[in-house]
């Protein structure tokens, strides 16, 4: 968690207690260590946020702080409306909380005319195909992709035939009907897709694939430009 997030969690959690809340406490509810909160309380509080409290006695937000309301324009709070519910759909699970958190951030500091049309914006996304993911947590590909690691998996194809790969984690493909995993086989010796709900027995590799400033994103994103063209 980038150390900004963490300050916000730290104010949020504050203003949301019903009184002092220890250093421990806000440790375990922001899973970090009590230290680490000493330190993020005495930066907010060099920064005049009005926290209270010493340790080992706890601490409260002097109420009546607040955050500066954030100004979206009409189409920016549409533009969120539905992209979480884009995300919703996407049968990934701490997408959809990160999401879920992300809304409630915005909605916290937005005026309450803002708040209020957020909460009920008149959009409708549909669930679509996507099958459930069982068998492999798509954030550990995701955090693969990130760190380029080599993933070992076991997949099954559509004519239930089972193989074992070696593959470099490139992207995944959110489709309407599918959760793709784009990614380098070193089986094969070039581009394939895996569908998520086909993968079983996943590993993150401590191997790590060579960086390539982006060309097998790139050579990935031509080839499936390409495929969509084709009838």
Same mark, same amino acid.
């Given at each position: 968690?980038?150390?900004?997030?963490?300050?916000?969690?730290?104010?949020?959690?504050?203003?949301?207690?019903?009184?002092?809340?220890?250093?421990?406490?806000?440790?375990?509810?922001?899973?970090?260590?009590?230290?680490?909160?000493?330190?993020?309380?005495?930066?907010?509080?060099?920064?005049?946020?009005?926290?209270?409290?010493?340790?080992?006695?706890?601490?409260?937000?002097?109420?009546?702080?607040?955050?500066?309301?954030?100004?979206?324009?009409?189409?920016?709070?549409?533009?969120?409306?539905? !992209?979480?519910?884009? @995300?919703?759909?996407?049968? *990934?699970? =701490?997408?959809?909380?990160? /999401?879920?958190?992300?809304?409630? #951030? &915005?909605?916290?500091?937005?005026?309450?005319?803002?708040?209020?049309?957020?909460?009920?914006?008149?959009?409708?996304?549909?669930? !679509?195909?996507?099958? @459930?993911?069982?068998?492999? *947590?798509? =954030?550990?590909?995701?955090? /693969?992709?990130?760190?380029?690691? #080599? &993933?070992?998996?076991?997949?099954?194809?559509?004519?239930?035939?089972?193989?074992?790969?070696?593959?470099?984690?490139?992207?995944?493909?959110?489709?309407?009907?599918?959760?793709?995993?784009?990614?380098?086989?070193?089986?094969?010796?070039?581009?394939?897709?895996?569908?998520?709900?086909?993968?079983?027995?996943?590993?993150?590799?401590?191997?790590?694939?060579?960086?390539?400033?982006?060309?097998?994103?790139?050579?990935?994103?031509?080839?499936?430009?390409?495929?969509?063209?084709?009838?």
């Amino acid at each position: 968690m980038r150390r900004a997030d963490r300050l916000f969690d730290v104010i949020q959690a504050l203003r949301s207690a019903k009184g002092p809340i220890t250093a421990a406490a806000l440790a375990d509810q922001l899973e970090v260590t009590v230290r680490t909160v000493y330190r993020d309380v005495a930066t907010l509080q060099a920064r005049r946020v009005p926290i209270e409290g010493a340790a080992g006695i706890g601490y409260v937000l002097r109420r009546g702080f607040d955050l500066p309301p954030l100004m979206f324009t009409t189409e920016e709070v549409d533009a969120i409306a539905v !992209g979480v519910r884009l @995300v919703r759909r996407l049968r *990934d699970p =701490s997408l959809q909380d990160a /999401a879920a958190s992300v809304l409630a #951030k &915005i909605a916290v500091v937005l005026p309450d005319q803002a708040r209020a049309y957020l909460d009920a914006a008149p959009f409708y996304v549909a669930e !679509g195909r996507t099958p @459930v993911s069982n068998g492999v *947590d798509l =954030s550990e590909i995701r955090s /693969a992709i990130r760190d380029t690691r #080599k &993933i070992r998996l076991e997949y099954v194809d559509e004519q239930d035939r089972r193989t074992r790969r070696t593959i470099w984690p490139i992207a995944l493909a959110y489709y309407v009907n599918a959760t793709l995993v784009a990614a380098w086989c070193e089986t094969r010796v070039d581009y394939r897709h895996f569908r998520a709900d086909r993968i079983e027995n996943l590993t993150i590799l401590e191997e790590h694939y060579p960086p390539d400033g982006g060309k097998l994103m790139a050579g990935w994103l031509a080839l499936e430009k390409e495929w969509r063209r084709e009838p």
